[in-house]
């Protein structure tokens, strides 16, 4: 089979179902029994993070279809006054969510062409292992750039990396990126999925 730009692969999942989940369209790592773990475990780094600190200003990249994301946010607002931007490639999906979700702020974005706003908090979960080894290099170069303060990284330590299977559709694999060809620094906090990274 022929294979798709990035923005191809993530257009084709989104309109076609790809990972044929009833409950979401990003896949099954986005369900909320999936990400619950993940969501305590940001939560409660938040917390410690930013307290006595009111205000964060967070960007999501990728959003996805904010399935889990949005009960996160309304979660964590009981503690902070949250400016939340969600960035996708998909721009059907960028245009469904500003419809849906009012209160936030959403752009279509490409991460590995472009060096995201400088925020408090980045969350970039489950993309890079959707991504070609280069690809990887390029956003992990971007998101360090931004300047922002923290960044939450989805990461499967312990594998040994391999190139993406295939460019197409829905295609991935597990990687390390504190391991080479990548060779982040060690996360400072770890909940087994998600990292945490100061800049």
Not at 22 to 42: H, Q, R, V, W, Y
Not at 94 to 115: C, G, P
Not at 128 to 153: A, E, Q, R
Request: hydrophobic share 35%.
């Amino acid at each position: 089979m022929t294979s798709q730009s990035t923005y191809e692969r993530f257009v084709d999942v989104y309109k076609n179902n790809l990972w044929g989940n009833d409950e979401t369209f990003s896949g099954p790592g986005s369900t909320l029994k999936n990400a619950e773990n993940d969501m305590i475990f940001l939560k409660q780094t938040l917390k410690t993070l930013f307290a006595p600190q009111t205000r964060i200003t967070i960007s999501d990249i990728p959003c996805g279809d904010m399935n889990w994301m949005n009960l996160f946010l309304d979660d964590l607002k009981t503690d902070f006054d949250i400016v939340y931007t969600g960035y996708d490639i998909v721009d059907e999906l960028i245009e469904t969510n500003a419809k849906t979700h009012h209160r936030h702020r959403f752009e279509s974005f490409n991460v590995i062409d472009s060096i995201p706003p400088k925020t408090d908090v980045i969350i970039c979960r489950d993309l890079l292992n959707h991504l070609k080894s280069d690809d990887v290099v390029k956003v992990l170069n971007n998101l360090v750039k931004s300047k922002s303060t923290y960044l939450f990284i989805s990461n499967n330590r312990g594998w040994d990396n391999t190139e993406l299977p295939s460019e197409v559709g829905g295609s991935s694999r597990n990687l390390d990126i504190e391991k080479s060809p990548y060779n982040f620094d060690t996360t400072i906090d770890y909940n087994g999925h998600i990292g945490l990274w100061k800049i």
